[in-house]
């Protein structure tokens, strides 16, 4: 019988998971496309104020007015996401001698699981930093060094001061003394653009959604109806105020993080806390790049099409001879662009 690296070579494994659906994210990628390049480093212009300015007036025969470009360059380079799961020595020796045909096929689908696991929690990564860089205007990525030696990365989009707002107080939602439809007016005004939607969490639209004041505006003072989320986003629209998206209404909303005692915690991924407007139209660009992988195929001379890799590369390798070593990993480098940045309120109604 062949061995597990012959049951899975690259090839096998790239056309696998090329025919597979990964677990999406729907207001993620729709806000944030995700593109491969060939590149570690991206460059594009942020910034950029698209509300025109004034021409001036010349008499005939003058030369016209020179315009300047406001907009600055972000160059970001895409970081290294890599997870891998163990095959275990008996789940190796089973691979090696099946008893039947079924057998083996079932073995096999328990390793092209820990690809599936492996490929799903790379690409959780990208989604957090997605709704990292929306919400907050910045990512802190743990970085796992050679050394051990723990390290955050940060990267700074450039996102107005002006443009965020925690509030404090009783001007926290939900304490009774809030002026929800007061805020949203004063977020909206602060935008150079008309914002037309907004993203927030379940927390926070319940909270709009019970406040006395806006279900007085939905249907009258005194009234005891129970304010839904499409009478909110027509009232909105009619006040010239962006629509609501609840982040939780789509699939795939949470993930795990294992602490140091090898406990989990689940969390959203984004934050209950938060409230940002923006725009029609993508923020930016889930960029993804090549990997080390990649790179080793190509120098290795694999008969292994370039075009049948995916944003997520898998492979199954061995390590090690005591003990036996055999894993299942996937890897990708990218890195959400956000050319919009100066173009979001993002705030904290609550603590």
Do not use: C
């Amino acid at each position: 019988m062949p061995d597990v690296l012959e049951l899975f070579n690259q090839k096998t494994v790239l056309d696998y998971m090329k025919e597979r659906k990964y677990q999406s994210y729907g207001i993620g990628e729709a806000l944030f496309p995700e593109t491969k390049h060939n590149t570690l480093e991206f460059e594009y212009l942020v910034g950029a104020n698209e509300l025109p300015v004034i021409a001036k007036v010349h008499s005939f025969d003058t030369e016209a007015e020179i315009g300047s470009l406001d907009a600055a360059k972000q160059v970001l380079e895409a970081a290294y996401i890599k997870k891998k799961y163990q095959i275990t020595e008996k789940d190796l020796i089973a691979l090696q001698f099946p008893r039947t045909a079924q057998e083996q096929q079932y073995l096999m689908q328990r390793v092209f699981n820990l690809i599936d696991k492996a490929a799903n929690d790379v690409r959780a990564s990208v989604e957090l930093m997605r709704m990292q860089a929306l919400s907050t205007g910045e990512l802190k990525l743990a970085l796992n060094t050679a050394n051990g030696t723990p390290k955050t990365l940060t990267v700074g989009y450039g996102v107005p001061a002006d443009h965020k707002e925690a509030l404090a107080g009783t001007d926290q939602w939900g304490t009774g003394t809030e002026d929800i439809l007061g805020d949203l007016e004063r977020w909206s005004d602060a935008l150079d653009i008309t914002p037309t939607r907004a993203l927030t969490s379940k927390k926070i639209a319940a909270l709009i959604l019970r406040n006395p004041k806006i279900i007085g505006y939905l249907y009258g003072a005194g009234s005891a109806r129970v304010a839904n989320l499409t009478d909110l986003n027509a009232f909105f629209a009619q006040q010239g105020l962006p629509t609501i998206a609840v982040y939780e209404s789509t699939s795939n909303t949470k993930y795990r993080e294992q602490n140091a005692d090898g406990t989990y915690t689940t969390k959203s991924y984004f934050p209950d806390n938060k409230f940002v407007m923006f725009g029609d139209g993508p923020l930016g660009e889930s960029l993804y790049g090549p990997t080390p992988e990649e790179s080793r195929l190509i120098r290795s001379g694999s008969d292994v099409e370039m075009t049948s890799i995916g944003k997520v590369i898998g492979m199954v390798y061995e390590e090690g001879k005591d003990p036996v070593s055999t894993w299942a990993k996937a890897a990708a480098t990218a890195i959400p662009s956000f050319p919009e940045a100066q173009n979001v309120f993002q705030a904290q109604p609550i603590a």
